[in-house]
């Protein structure tokens, strides 16, 4: 069934738009990322327009996120304090990204810049998660412990200090207000609600327990893309309503599903299958940027699209 | 006023063979299923005299809004592929099609593809290249190139059918990724390359029910829009969880 995008221009099939929508909701469930990684460039692929593209999965991350955190909320998994503490980062990250977005365009060089950022922060942390959780599944199978990670590092003597009960941590404010705020930056100029870097950092860096991650991301993750659809919609009129509706309802059902699997499943088997999703991603892009495209011309109208 | 009119009326004489037209629709509805369209074009030649000497052609040519547009080529640099160089286009049709009754350089002269700008490449105008490229041309190439690509430029040679030099009907196809306006539909009626004959009509091709409403609501109100859609987005994703809640009690 073809239905007409009214923002997009463009007619595309229903039925592709719920099932990419759903496949993406199951994996924002499971690990805690809004999907946006994997969704956008899907959306690029089936002919949406990329400012549109962004846009509207900003838009529809807010709705795959929000079913995911309520079922995190009921499960008591949410760190709200420390959510809150990454919004505010999340929030001024976001109106960067947007400047940065809209400067990065009138050099045409907005594709390059936005595919290099994927190639290098989902090679690093896709490489750097995917050895770590080897390692922890290999000592598990053993016999041995679970290595307990880091407790006390460089981010134990900066200022500001906070309690996190939920999370169980005493750390200064500044670690997760930066976080925030990259994330937001990505957020807005990738279209991604950031989650595929918010969990690792989260872990790694903050040192959070990995079952609190996953809620605590997706309810910043609300805010930040719903600031940045508002920002989208104001400035570039690209947020397309039917599209995000197409896409909602499979990501909001597969988010309810997702959440489910992840529940049974261990955190190192978690985090090695978002390692291995994370390393194909990048290699695609990585082996389209390496490859001598079949078009070299690119044509872009002026005004929006 | 009037006798000025019929003054020039007068002053020009009355063209042996004039073109008279028929269209399968004068306005294209772009509703939620809108999945490209069809377009019927037909007509008859009038005339008072016997046929005149000379070869007969049909050219029937229908152009969407035009607007700038950039086209980037890439090139290796450090080993990855990168746009370097760029042409700015001031004018280019976002849909052009052109159907001729033989080929196009046959049934139309030079000179009056000149004039009456009738051809694909004629229609890409004011092309304004850097210093640095020294082929602006492949730069337009590569735009028809593209665009023929995704059916938003067409060049349909002998698809306009002639009947006894009198009768012309040809279908010309609109895709699905078409863009609002006014769509210039003009025919020519030519005799050995030159045109005798024109006439010139507009489809309007726009949105109608809730794709009007919903792209005008995006434009004049944004920001009721980007709430409306956090709204819907908030809404499903509470629905769901509540609905999977239901499912497992």
């Known amino acids: ?305 | 006023m009037r006798w000025l009119i019929a003054l020039l009326l007068l002053a020009f004489p009355v063209a042996a063979e004039e073109v008279v037209l028929g269209l399968s629709q004068d306005e294209i509805a772009i509703t939620t299923s809108f999945d490209g369209s069809e377009i019927f074009v037909f007509g008859a030649v009038k005339r008072e005299a016997p046929i005149p000497e000379g070869e007969l052609g049909v050219i029937v040519t229908i152009a969407g809004p035009s607007v700038p547009v950039t086209v980037r080529r890439k090139e290796r640099r450090f080993g990855i592929w990168i746009n370097t160089d760029g042409v700015e286009i001031e004018s280019a049709p976002s849909y052009y099609a052109v159907a001729t009754s033989a080929n196009l350089d046959d049934v139309l002269s030079v000179r009056e593809n000149l004039r009456h700008k009738v051809s694909v490449p004629s229609m890409i105008q004011s092309v304004s290249a850097p210093n640095t490229v020294l082929d602006a041309s492949a730069y337009v190439n590569a735009l028809i190139r593209i665009r023929e690509n995704s059916g938003n430029f067409q060049l349909l040679e002998g698809k306009v059918v002639v009947d006894d030099e009198t009768l012309f009907r040809t279908r010309i196809r609109l895709p699905a990724a078409l863009t609002e306006g006014a769509y210039e539909t003009r025919i020519f009626l030519t005799r050995d390359g030159d045109i005798v004959s024109q006439y010139e009509t507009a489809i309007d091709v726009r949105k109608v029910g809730l794709e009007r409403w919903l792209y005008s609501l995006s434009r004049n109100q944004p920001v009721l829009y980007g709430l409306m859609s956090l709204a819907i987005a908030i809404f499903a994703g509470w629905g769901a969880s509540a609905a999977f809640s239901l499912l497992r009690n």
């Open chain 1, 1 to 305: 069934m073809q239905i007409y995008l009214p923002i997009a221009e463009v007619s595309v099939n229903a039925f592709l738009l719920l099932g990419l929508g759903g496949m993406v909701g199951i994996l924002s469930g499971m690990f805690g990322v809004g999907g946006g990684f994997l969704m956008t460039p899907l959306l690029f692929f089936i002919g949406i327009p990329p400012a549109v593209a962004v846009a509207t999965e900003a838009n529809q991350i807010v709705a795959s996120s929000f079913s995911g955190v309520l079922a995190h909320f009921k499960r008591k998994t949410v760190d709200l304090r420390m959510g809150v503490v990454l919004l505010i980062g999340g929030l001024i990250g976001a109106a960067l990204g947007v400047v940065l977005f809209n400067y990065l365009k009138a050099q045409g060089q907005v594709d390059l810049l936005v595919k290099l950022c994927y190639v290098v922060f989902l090679g690093v942390i896709g490489g750097l998660m995917f050895i770590e959780s080897l390692n922890a599944i290999r000592k598990t199978a053993k016999g041995g412990a679970v290595p307990t990670r880091k407790k006390h590092n460089w981010i134990h003597k900066l200022p500001f200090k906070m309690r996190f009960r939920v999370s169980g941590l005493y750390i200064s404010v500044i670690p997760p207000i930066l976080v925030g705020l990259c994330v937001g930056v990505l957020a807005a100029i990738m279209g991604v609600g950031g989650g595929f870097i918010m969990v690792p950092a989260m872990i790694y860096l903050l040192g959070m327990p990995t079952k609190v991650v996953v809620g605590t991301s997706l309810f910043q993750i609300i805010f930040v893309t719903a600031f940045t659809t508002m920002l989208h919609a104001t400035t570039n009129f690209t947020v397309d309503v039917v599209l995000a509706v197409l896409l909602l309802v499979g990501g909001v059902v597969g988010a309810q599903v997702g959440t489910r699997i992840g529940v049974k499943m261990k955190a190192e088997q978690l985090r090695i299958l978002l390692a291995i999703m994370v390393l194909l991603v990048c290699g695609k892009l990585a082996f389209d940027l390496l490859v001598m495209p079949s078009e070299l011309y690119s044509v872009a109208a002026e005004g929006g699209h």
